[in-house]
């Protein structure tokens, strides 16, 4: 069965490769565009603020409250079009600060996959995230809890079909129909449940801090 | 005798009284000179050019080869005869310290300026020449040299009580074997001494300081005597002088001396730079030195005798005339070395024409001759640049330029989403220097700096930087042929860079001033942000330079730059410099 499932998340990630390519599942994952003082592709809640990085002008959006977070919505993307989910960071997180990247896939309100972020300088941190096997759409969120300094440069999404090894993650209360990630057969009304992510690669180069 | 001698010169020791080994005269004893020189003329009298000058070449000769100490030669220019007077009388003083201790003295008077029969002409006095004559022979000294170069300065000798001694064998001694009053007058009590443009000194001194030095050194036995140095003055003094629109000047000498030996006056081999002139060369020798192309020696050099020259360590171009060509070469005395003169390493200025019968192909007759001609033309050029040297460079170059991949700098570009190409790029470098030393170049130089794109791929946003140079430069070369032909050379510079990056950055605007919820603003203005940097930089490099023509010729060149130009907002500098690989044209002037 494993292996029937693994080949059909292939084809799946095959046809949604040959459907969609390997955009970025994020609009302006480098925080280029900017609306006043708040990045137009994204929601806010909470305080941010828009400063520099490596150079003046080259903007990163900087979590300032406890509960700030930003959120996109992505409603082109499907499970038959992206299977398989390439992250890229660039941040700021310091040690004892709590950030937490988050999936939304049916944009409900519920999260389906939260995971905090690791302490960074400045590097570039990629790592991959197996999708259900049903969706409709994703909220691709990141959220401050608590105090800290979190500061955000890029957050790219990129469809990377074939290369997730980690199970689905698990979507519960799909609608009628949707099909189950237990059987991927007709979809019935049996909640499926638990979630899962691949491993996240962490680079080793070093820290770099924005001049004060 | 000479054990009182002995005692006095080890007490003269403990007292620090002797005379410097260096500074020990030929034939012994102690000697103070004075030497004048007036360029000033009297009424009636124009100025001389070279008197007070001559009197420099004199105090050179005196110090280095007649064992003077420089403190004990006095330099009087355009005095009065008070002036003179005085100091004839510090003369004395010291002269007769000596003499009360017991001491040989010698005492040396050379007077270049105007006169006549009756007197020395200085400034707006007179001195009578009986009254310098008497204030000399009333010097203790054990032996006084007077020589003369002026006007009718053979009224100075006495026409009584004057004579020439007739035994003047030469023998090395320590102790004066002779005292008494020897006088040399440039020209009789009837004729004009004159001063040669072309020699910058006068002719009779001219020509006794080149016997001193070695020309007049008839028997070879490294010291030049009185009587050596008298005929070699006389003789080419008269020689020089016949061919003048004034006329002859016969060089006079009268001695009133006491004794057996002719007076040794300098010591060339014992000289601390030296030429010699080997055994085979014949014709008339030109040493002349470099760059004022001053007359340094003249001789008629027959074959079979080398001739040993004293001369002051530095740069000289030696010309030798024979009967069919004449050959020059420039070449280097150092200190503490005697140097043969090789004809091997001077080119010949003119070729013979000669007479040639072709047999054959005429054609290639005509391109040897135009290959001769071609060489007479060179090797005439390189003579007539003998001596000279480069003045002004100009260096034009191009190369590729590697560049540092993996800096910080870099790294943190990539980083953040921007990729771009590290391969190799086209370089300029542009210079102009002047050679002030035989070894050494300074200059001004050009270099333009490595300039990169790196694009963001998933916004099509840049960021590139690049950056120019301008460093001043030493350069230190040596020379491996004629006329700089082929140099090797090291180079260092340093100076500033201006260096500039340019980011792609989207202008934070809202042209809606109230915007609708439902709208979805996807202005995205675009504005390119310049930051520049001055910073210092500089470069170390090293290379060849290739010079097939006088004017022109090729340099290759490898260059490392340090050149830090740009920083981030991180603090991560980037070099914009590194390994530099130019070739390009060079260009040159003559001084």
Redesign the interface.
């Known amino acids: 069965m494993r292996r029937a499932m693994s080949t059909w998340h292939l084809c799946i990630a095959l046809s949604g490769l040959a459907a969609c390519g390997s955009a970025d599942l994020i609009r302006d994952p480098a925080l280029e565009r900017w609306c006043g003082s708040q990045p137009c592709e994204w929601q806010v809640e909470g305080s941010v603020q828009r400063v520099g990085t490596w150079h003046t002008d080259d903007y990163a959006l900087q979590l300032l409250s406890d509960d700030a977070r930003i959120w996109q919505d992505n409603g082109t993307a499907t499970s038959e079009s992206s299977r398989c989910f390439e992250f890229g960071m660039v941040a700021q997180i310091d040690r004892d600060t709590r950030v937490f990247l988050e999936l939304d896939f049916l944009a409900d309100g519920s999260v389906e996959f939260s995971q905090r972020l690791p302490p960074s300088r400045w590097e570039r941190l990629t790592f991959r995230i197996t999708a259900p096997t049903w969706y409709r759409g994703v909220r691709f969120s990141l959220r401050k809890d608590g105090p800290g300094r979190a500061i955000l440069a890029e957050l790219s999404a990129l469809n990377a079909p074939g290369t997730c090894t980690a199970p689905p993650i698990e979507l519960h209360d799909r609608p009628a129909r949707a099909t189950c990630s237990t059987d991927g057969a007709r979809a019935s009304a049996s909640p499926c449940r638990g979630f899962g992510w691949s491993a996240i690669s962490w680079p080793t180069s070093r820290a770099r801090t924005p001049r004060q | 005798m000479k054990l009182a001698y002995g005692l006095g010169l080890l007490l003269a020791s403990c007292l620090g009284l002797v005379v410097p080994a260096s500074a020990q005269l030929p034939s012994g004893g102690e000697g103070y000179a004075l030497l004048v020189g007036s360029n000033v003329g009297g009424p009636g009298q124009a100025d001389l050019r070279y008197a007070e000058s001559d009197t420099e070449r004199v105090w050179e000769v005196l110090t280095s080869l007649g064992g003077y100490a420089h403190d004990r030669v006095e330099r009087l220019l355009h005095p009065t005869a008070a002036q003179l007077v005085a100091a004839l009388e510090r003369v004395r003083e010291r002269v007769a310290t000596l003499s009360q201790r017991g001491e040989q003295s010698r005492f040396f008077f050379y007077y270049s300026g105007h006169a006549r029969a009756d007197g020395l002409n200085l400034v707006d006095s007179q001195l009578p020449l009986h009254e310098l004559r008497a204030r000399i022979e009333a010097l203790p000294a054990t032996l006084s040299i007077v020589v003369l170069d002026a006007c009718q300065s053979g009224a100075f000798s006495r026409p009584k009580g004057a004579s020439r001694a007739t035994d003047f064998s030469f023998n090395s001694v320590e102790r004066l074997n002779t005292a008494g009053i020897a006088v040399i007058a440039s020209s009789n009590e009837r004729e004009l001494s004159q001063e040669s443009d072309a020699l910058h000194s006068s002719y009779f001194t001219h020509h006794w300081l080149v016997g001193l030095r070695g020309g007049g050194d008839h028997n070879h036995d490294g010291r030049v005597t009185l009587s050596e140095a008298y005929q070699y003055a006389y003789n080419h003094t008269l020689a020089t002088t016949a061919e003048t629109a004034v006329g002859e000047q016969h060089v006079t000498l009268e001695t009133n001396l006491r004794g057996q030996d002719d007076v040794p006056l300098t010591q060339p081999a014992a000289a601390r730079a030296r030429l010699r002139v080997p055994a085979e060369v014949e014709g008339r020798v030109l040493v002349q030195t470099l760059p004022s192309w001053s007359v340094m020696a003249e001789l008629d050099k027959p074959r079979g005798e080398s001739v040993l020259l004293a001369l002051p360590v530095g740069d000289y171009a030696v010309t030798l005339r024979r009967a069919e060509h004449v050959s020059r070469c420039s070449l280097r005395l150092q200190d503490e070395t005697e140097l043969l003169l090789d004809l091997r390493h001077c080119p010949v200025l003119e070729l013979r024409a000669a007479e040639v019968k072709v047999k054959g192909d005429l054609r290639q007759s005509e391109r040897t001759n135009r290959r001769s001609e071609r060489l007479a033309r060179r090797l005439a050029e390189e003579a007539a640049d003998a001596g000279k040297d480069e003045r002004f460079v100009l260096e034009l170059g191009m190369g590729a330029g590697l560049t540092h991949e993996h800096t910080?700098y870099v790294?943190?570009?990539r980083?953040?989403?921007f990729e771009g190409s590290d391969a190799p790029q086209l370089r300029f470098a542009a210079s102009l220097g002047y050679r002030i030393f035989p070894h050494l170049v300074l200059g001004l130089g050009y270099y333009d700096l490595e300039a990169r794109t790196y694009l963001?791929a998933?916004?099509l946003?840049d960021?590139s930087w690049a950056g120019h140079a301008l460093n001043a430069y030493a350069q230190a070369d040596m020379s491996l042929g004629r006329r700089r032909s082929f140099n090797l050379f090291v180079k260092f510079g340093a100076g500033a860079s201006l260096a500039w990056?340019e980011?792609d950055?989207?202008q934070?605007t809202?042209p809606f001033p109230d915007q609708s919820a439902s709208l979805e603003?996807t202005t995205?203005a675009q504005k390119v942000?310049t930051?520049r940097y001055l910073r210092p930089c500089g470069f170390v490099a090293a290379g060849i330079q290739i010079m097939p023509g006088r004017y022109a010729g090729f340099f290759a060149e490898v260059r490392y730059v340090l050149a830090p130009a740009i920083h981030?907002?991180?603090?991560?500098y980037h070099d914009l410099g590194g390994t530099n690989f130019l070739f390009g044209v060079r260009a040159r002037t003559w001084e």
């Not at chain 2, 981030?568 to 991560?572: A, D, L, R, S, Y």
Request: hydrophobic letters at 30%; charged letters at 20%; a negative charge.
């Open positions: 910080d790294d943190t570009v980083t953040f989403g963001r998933f916004s946003r960021f990056t980011l950055a989207t934070s809202s603003n995205t942000v930051q981030n907002e991180f603090g991560e």
